[in-house]
């Protein structure tokens, strides 16, 4: 073989030879960089991706807090209980896996619902409960399947209770499933892997201190998705528990007092010296364990098509117009401006003439020489009427928002009303008509346009009560530590000094416990406790007959006891009550009997009215006359009423 052959083949060789080993060297180097990216530059990606492949994150909800009486009762707890969650990013068909699970669990269409409601809004990595309170049969049916249900799990998980169903339901208020529209007040990120959160009532405003802080659980997975172990814990941190100042028995009173007879209206029970409600009762009232899972449609409609409207919280949503509860306010200013004086004195017959307009008294027999006294005893409304013009309209409405009226009143419950202290500005506005002297006749006896709450009432009248101070409500008293069982007190509101004369005081003081011991309070009286307090019969329109308004009358009475050294300020409202307030007397009595008599369970019967004296005594045509009732119009020729019933409530 020639030379020059064998040479061009030994470089031909050497020449493949090194590509080849380029071509080596380059896939070396390409291997490196890649392991120095995976291993250096992306570490941290994908060492987080290495490890989300073999656990999980699973939310621990902490225990919620409770919510208990003055005396330590449970008025909202926990109870265990298994439900079913789906995480619906961890399953690969959500709607075939729904439909096994419906046929699984025999899951009624409104459950599957309910469950869409709540994933709306909410991430798919958190865990929505489509049933709780699973039953042995239905755990064991999900246990045996796990293999074929990826993303969904049986969890031990802690459910809202009321034990007393629907005696607090309107200011303890309850839980209901998370939604969309929960979330726009609180941040969505402290509510994954939670079930519940506050609709109403003090479940809601004490939202943030009640649903504690939650924890977590990094959970070791195998290759078939099975938890098999737990990495590291984060324990949750149990909500405060809740001490209010409300009294089992004294809400018991009221509600049996209340919904036992079937009226619809509202109680108020306050310590007048520092605002702490003692009971709240709304009637008819609702069942707050039905919302706790997501109402079901039954009950739901149950509510809406009752015509007592269950759902309204009357004590601080239900407008009335006072009646006769207002007089003591009025007598209050009119002494402290100088209008009166205590000792004044008028006759009253039983009408007054104004305008060529009749107004008439309840008694149209009439009281004869009346003052301050016997017109608060009995009521007596021309007293009224013509205190009414003396004051003016200025006067009257400068007293009532003196005394909380018109405006929201501060609690802590969401919600409230503001009532209503007509102006002639608001006239004006909203009926483009003037003020006239007639309206304010008819304001001095708290009827025309004027409407207030119960709650409004009960604080205006515990500032009679304590001596001229306007406390705030409160119904919570402290919060509890679960786990250290520390107390720590929710302040009182500093009260407003509304700087009341001694001498209005006094004479207002006498008005209403004469009302109580000879007047037209007297069936409230308690033997052995001293009770002032004031009547009110307010005509509500509720409709037209033959060219006339049609008028029904709510029941209403304030008061406070003991006289001198008070404990308890009572407001009471009966729609539709009747006359003389004889169906809201019987409500107040046992409130007031509840509380400062608890051992003595029997009711006692009413005593007999002391022996009258001269400045309070009634006309005995008053005790023979059929007319002696509320039972006329206000005026004739006089326009304007108003409706004061509540609008429909919702529910949050």
Same mark, same amino acid.
Request: charged content about 15%; overall charge positive; some cysteine.
């Given at each position: 073989?020639?030379?020059? *052959?064998?040479?061009?083949?030994?470089?031909?060789?050497?020449?493949?030879?090194?590509?080849?080993?380029?071509?080596?060297?380059?896939?070396?180097?390409?291997?490196?960089?890649?392991?120095?990216?995976?291993?250096? =530059?992306?570490?941290?990606?994908?060492?987080?991706?290495?490890?989300?492949?073999?656990?999980?994150?699973?939310?621990?909800?902490?225990?919620?807090?409770?919510?208990?009486?003055?005396?330590?009762?449970?008025?909202? %707890?926990?109870?265990?209980?298994?439900?079913?969650?789906?995480?619906?990013?961890?399953?690969?068909?959500?709607?075939?896996?729904?439909?096994?699970?419906?046929?699984?669990?025999?899951?009624?269409?409104? %459950?599957?619902?309910?469950?869409?409601a709540r994933r709306a809004g909410k991430p798919d990595f958190d865990p929505i409960v489509l049933k709780a309170d699973l039953n042995p049969t239905q755990i064991a049916a999900v246990s045996v399947r796990a293999m074929e249900l990826p993303g969904v799990r049986i969890v031990a998980m802690m459910h809202r209770h009321y034990p007393y169903d629907a005696l607090f339901s309107h200011v303890v208020g309850y839980v209901g499933p998370i939604?969309?529209?929960?979330?726009?007040?609180?941040?969505?990120?402290?509510?994954?892997?939670?079930?519940?959160?506050?609709?109403?009532? =003090? *479940?809601?405003?004490?939202?943030?201190?009640?649903?504690?802080?939650?924890?977590?659980?990094?959970?070791?997975?195998?290759?078939?998705?099975?938890?098999?172990?737990?990495?590291?814990?984060?324990?949750?941190?149990?909500?405060?528990?809740?001490?209010?100042?409300?009294?089992?028995?004294?809400?018991?009173?009221?509600? %049996?007092?209340?919904?036992?007879?079937?009226?619809?209206?509202?109680?108020?029970?306050?310590?007048?010296?520092? /605002?702490?409600?003692?009971?709240?009762?709304?009637?008819?009232?609702?069942?707050?364990?039905?919302?706790?899972?997501?109402?079901?449609?039954?009950?739901?409609?149950? @509510?809406?098509?009752?015509?007592?409207?269950?759902?309204?919280?009357?004590?601080?949503? /239900?407008?009335?117009?006072?009646?006769?509860?207002?007089?003591?306010?009025?007598?209050?200013?009119?002494?402290? *401006?100088?209008?009166?004086?205590?000792?004044?004195?008028?006759?009253?017959?039983?009408?007054?003439?104004?305008?060529?307009?009749?107004?008439?008294?309840?008694?149209?027999?009439?009281?004869?020489?009346?003052?301050?006294?016997?017109?608060?005893?009995?009521?007596?409304?021309?007293?009224?009427?013509?205190?009414?013009?003396?004051?003016?309209?200025?006067?009257?409405?400068?007293?009532?928002?003196?005394?909380?009226?018109?405006?929201?009143?501060?609690?802590?419950?969401?919600?409230?009303?503001?009532?209503?202290?007509?102006?002639?500005?608001?006239?004006?506005?909203?009926?483009?008509?003037?003020?006239?002297?007639?309206?304010?006749?008819?304001?001095?006896?708290?009827?025309?346009?004027?409407?207030?709450?119960?709650?409004?009432?009960?604080?205006?009248?515990?500032?009679?009560?304590?001596?001229?101070?306007?406390?705030?409500?409160?119904?919570?008293?402290?919060?509890?530590?679960?786990?250290?069982?520390?107390?720590?007190?929710?302040?009182?509101?500093?009260?407003?000094?509304?700087?009341?004369?001694? *001498?209005?005081?006094?004479?207002?003081?006498?008005?209403?416990?004469?009302?109580?011991?000879? /007047?037209?309070?007297?069936?409230?009286?308690?033997?052995?406790?001293?009770?002032?307090?004031?009547?009110?019969?307010?005509?509500?329109?509720?409709?037209?007959?033959?060219?006339?308004?049609?008028?029904?009358?709510?029941? @209403?009475?304030?008061?406070?006891?003991?006289?001198?050294?008070?404990?308890?300020?009572?407001?009471?409202?009966?729609?539709?009550?009747?006359?003389?307030?004889?169906?809201?007397?019987?409500?107040?009595?046992?409130?007031?009997?509840?509380?400062?008599?608890?051992?003595?369970?029997?009711?006692?019967?009413?005593?007999?009215?002391?022996?009258?004296?001269?400045?309070?005594?009634?006309?005995?045509?008053?005790?023979?006359?059929?007319?002696?009732?509320?039972?006329?119009?206000?005026?004739?020729?006089?326009?304007?009423?108003?409706?004061?019933?509540?609008?429909?409530?919702?529910?949050?």
């Amino acid at each position: 073989m020639p030379l020059s *052959e064998s040479l061009k083949r030994t470089r031909s060789f050497r020449l493949r030879l090194g590509v080849a080993a380029l071509l080596m060297l380059l896939a070396i180097l390409g291997v490196v960089l890649r392991i120095v990216d995976l291993q250096v =530059l992306h570490y941290s990606k994908f060492r987080e991706l290495a490890y989300d492949n073999h656990v999980a994150l699973v939310p621990l909800a902490p225990p919620r807090g409770l919510i208990l009486a003055d005396h330590g009762e449970v008025l909202a %707890e926990n109870q265990p209980t298994y439900a079913l969650e789906i995480t619906p990013d961890q399953v690969p068909h959500l709607q075939q896996s729904l439909q096994f699970l419906q046929h699984l669990l025999n899951l009624s269409p409104e %459950e599957l619902q309910q469950f869409t409601a709540r994933r709306a809004g909410k991430p798919d990595f958190d865990p929505i409960v489509l049933k709780a309170d699973l039953n042995p049969t239905q755990i064991a049916a999900v246990s045996v399947r796990a293999m074929e249900l990826p993303g969904v799990r049986i969890v031990a998980m802690m459910h809202r209770h009321y034990p007393y169903d629907a005696l607090f339901s309107h200011v303890v208020g309850y839980v209901g499933p998370i939604t969309a529209a929960d979330l726009k007040d609180f941040h969505a990120n402290k509510y994954v892997g939670r079930n519940y959160i506050g609709k109403n009532g =003090l *479940e809601r405003y004490y939202e943030r201190q009640l649903r504690g802080d939650m924890g977590y659980e990094i959970k070791d997975i195998n290759a078939r998705g099975l938890p098999v172990g737990t990495l590291r814990q984060i324990a949750a941190h149990p909500g405060s528990n809740l001490m209010t100042h409300l009294r089992l028995r004294v809400q018991e009173a009221g509600a %049996e007092a209340l919904q036992g007879k079937g009226y619809r209206g509202a109680v108020i029970a306050m310590d007048p010296n520092n /605002g702490g409600i003692l009971a709240m009762v709304t009637s008819p009232s609702f069942n707050a364990n039905w919302f706790v899972d997501g109402i079901s449609n039954a009950h739901w409609q149950s @509510l809406l098509n009752n015509p007592g409207r269950p759902l309204m919280n009357r004590a601080d949503n /239900g407008l009335y117009p006072p009646g006769s509860c207002a007089k003591p306010f009025y007598t209050i200013q009119a002494v402290q *401006e100088g209008v009166i004086s205590p000792a004044f004195h008028t006759y009253c017959p039983g009408n007054y003439q104004l305008g060529g307009h009749t107004y008439w008294d309840w008694n149209r027999g009439g009281f004869g020489e009346t003052g301050i006294t016997k017109a608060l005893a009995w009521s007596v409304d021309v007293f009224y009427y013509k205190l009414a013009v003396k004051m003016g309209i200025d006067l009257q409405d400068k007293t009532l928002w003196r005394f909380g009226f018109g405006q929201k009143t501060p609690i802590d419950l969401p919600g409230g009303a503001n009532g209503l202290v007509p102006t002639p500005a608001w006239k004006r506005a909203h009926l483009h008509a003037p003020w006239y002297t007639g309206d304010s006749v008819i304001l001095g006896i708290g009827q025309g346009y004027l409407l207030e709450t119960p709650l409004q009432l009960v604080r205006a009248v515990s500032a009679l009560a304590n001596g001229g101070y306007l406390v705030q409500p409160q119904v919570a008293k402290a919060f509890i530590d679960p786990q250290s069982g520390k107390t720590i007190p929710i302040p009182n509101a500093a009260p407003v000094n509304l700087h009341i004369s001694t *001498e209005a005081m006094h004479a207002v003081h006498l008005g209403m416990e004469a009302c109580v011991n000879t /007047g037209t309070c007297h069936t409230v009286s308690i033997p052995g406790i001293s009770i002032a307090g004031k009547t009110g019969t307010a005509q509500v329109p509720m409709g037209y007959k033959n060219g006339r308004t049609i008028y029904n009358n709510d029941s @209403l009475f304030i008061g406070w006891a003991p006289v001198d050294h008070p404990k308890i300020a009572v407001a009471v409202v009966v729609e539709n009550g009747g006359y003389n307030a004889w169906q809201a007397l019987p409500v107040a009595r046992a409130v007031i009997k509840a509380y400062l008599q608890p051992d003595q369970t029997a009711p006692a019967p009413a005593p007999a009215p002391a022996p009258q004296k001269l400045s309070t005594k009634m006309p005995a045509k008053v005790a023979q006359s059929a007319s002696a009732h509320y039972d006329a119009p206000l005026s004739y020729g006089e326009k304007g009423s108003v409706n004061p019933r509540p609008a429909q409530s919702t529910v949050q």
